[in-house]
């Protein structure tokens, strides 16, 4: 149910724009061959979830529309994640799990909310 309320907020927010105007990604990556992940997203709703297992995970995400949301999920040696949203609704989460854990997280804008979790195995 958790899930829910924010999949309805956003719906009600993005119900009247057209679906061109949505960036939807997904990113998984497992192994020791894990490679540094970036995103750029600047449609009216970006949406992007990451993935990392293995080797030393590093992500960057950047957005700016009305609504932006991100989750990144590492494991490894050492992880980094860098998150900067700007418009009128953003949501972001990063957990990580590691030797050495890094994450940055800007956000701009009416309504931001967010999440960092990092801890050693």
Do not use: D, E, H, K
């Not at 932006?68 to 900067?84: E, L």
């Amino acid at each position: 149910m958790r899930l829910l309320l924010p999949a309805a907020l956003l719906v009600g927010v993005l119900g009247s724009q057209s679906a061109t105007a949505q960036s939807i990604q997904a990113y998984v990556q497992v192994g020791t061959g894990v490679q540094p992940i970036a995103v750029s997203q600047t449609s009216t709703g970006n949406f992007v979830g990451i993935i990392q297992i293995g080797g030393s995970p590093q992500a960057s995400v950047s957005q700016a529309g009305s609504v932006n949301a991100s989750g990144i999920g590492q494991a490894g040696s050492s992880t980094s994640a860098s998150v900067s949203q700007t418009g009128a609704f953003n949501l972001s989460a990063i957990g990580q799990v590691g030797g050495t854990n890094a994450a940055a997280l800007n956000q701009f804008g009416a309504i931001n909310q967010s999440f960092v979790s990092q801890s050693r195995p």
